[in-house]
């Protein structure tokens, strides 16, 4: 009787989602409206600040969703790096002998834990924006370059002529820009900034947990075998911490993808604002393209 009273109700709700489908088709035609995903093939005729494969206005807008899905792949990368070591730096200053390294450990995960995630990441902006100086008076740190348009490094490009391949592309100020090298946005640096400080105070707090659960006598067989402080927390507390500590960060580390959705705040281009944004309002097929943006994280 339980799979047959499944069945009816797995039945029901397969036909009100085809009847609410063809509903939808039968209004959008009635409205003069295209239906589908037949537009990915078409030419997306914008450019996008940041892109990690070639991209140009003659590129198609599926194009454009793999650009943005890189760039949001990429930010939570960064991200998820940064504010684990943060994280397990701050948790390990929360159980340290030292009151002082335990206050300060304390004071930065309540801090920056109660500040709201959006206001963090335009303070960063915003910092970054009015702090960095502009093109004409960039700062030089080798071939490093830094101004208020992003943090320029050198690029490897590859070429199969000449007995050494391989050519330093060094970045350098040509007018009122700067060309060469890789561009690292300032959206880039506020919006990972914020992500890994934000997510590193909730990520502290479960690597701590994780610190407790080890068994005293475990450490203090640590400290019998002659292991030093650090080495002792690298090979006996951490992996033991770890073990407890991972279920519980991994939900973390998705809300952390999630949250990288704010990147439309600041005009990052990422899944939210070019799919959600862009392509949504120059294609007028918002479902399509809210249905791609609500795919493409749920499989992040």
């Known amino acids: ?143 490093v370059l830094l101004n208020n348009r992003g943090m320029f490094l050198p690029s490897i490009h590859v070429s199969a002529a000449g007995a050494w391949p391989f050519a330093l592309d060094r970045p350098h100020v040509d007018g009122f820009d700067v060309a060469g090298g890789i561009a690292i946005l300032p959206e880039l640096m506020a919006l990972t900034l914020g992500l890994s400080i934000y997510n590193s105070t909730f990520l502290a707090e479960i690597f701590r947990a994780g610190i407790l659960s080890v068994p005293r006598g475990q450490i203090e067989a640590a400290t019998t075998v002659g292991l030093s402080g650090v080495r002792a927390a690298w090979l006996v507390t951490l992996p033991q911490a770890l073990r407890v500590a991972l279920p519980a960060a991994g939900g973390q580390y998705q809300t952390l993808a999630k949250a990288s959705s704010l990147a439309a705040a600041i005009g990052y281009p990422d899944i939210m604002q070019i799919v959600g944004g862009t392509v949504a309002s120059q294609t007028s097929q918002a479902l399509e393209a809210m249905s791609l943006v609500v795919l493409l994280y749920a499989l992040i």
């Not at 037949?38 to 996008?48: D, H, K, M, P, Y």
């Not at 004071?107 to 009015?130: H, K």
């Open 1 to 143: 009787p339980g799979y047959v009273g499944q069945a009816v109700l797995v039945a029901v709700v397969a036909w009100l989602a085809w009847h609410g489908i063809a509903n939808f088709e039968a209004n959008a035609r009635a409205l003069g409206l295209s239906v589908g995903f037949r537009f990915l093939r078409t030419q997306a005729g914008f450019e996008i600040a940041q892109a990690l494969i070639p991209f140009s206005p003659q590129s198609s807008y599926f194009d454009a969703i793999v650009v943005a899905t890189l760039n949001t792949l990429l930010v939570v990368a960064l991200a998820g790096i940064f504010s684990t070591l943060a994280g397990l730096c701050i948790a390990f200053g929360r159980v340290a002998s030292s009151s002082l390294v335990r206050v300060a450990a304390s004071v930065y995960v309540e801090t920056f834990r109660n500040i709201p995630l959006l206001l963090q990441i335009l303070f960063w902006y915003a910092s970054a924006i009015v702090l960095l100086p502009g093109v004409g008076d960039t700062l030089q740190f080798g071939s």
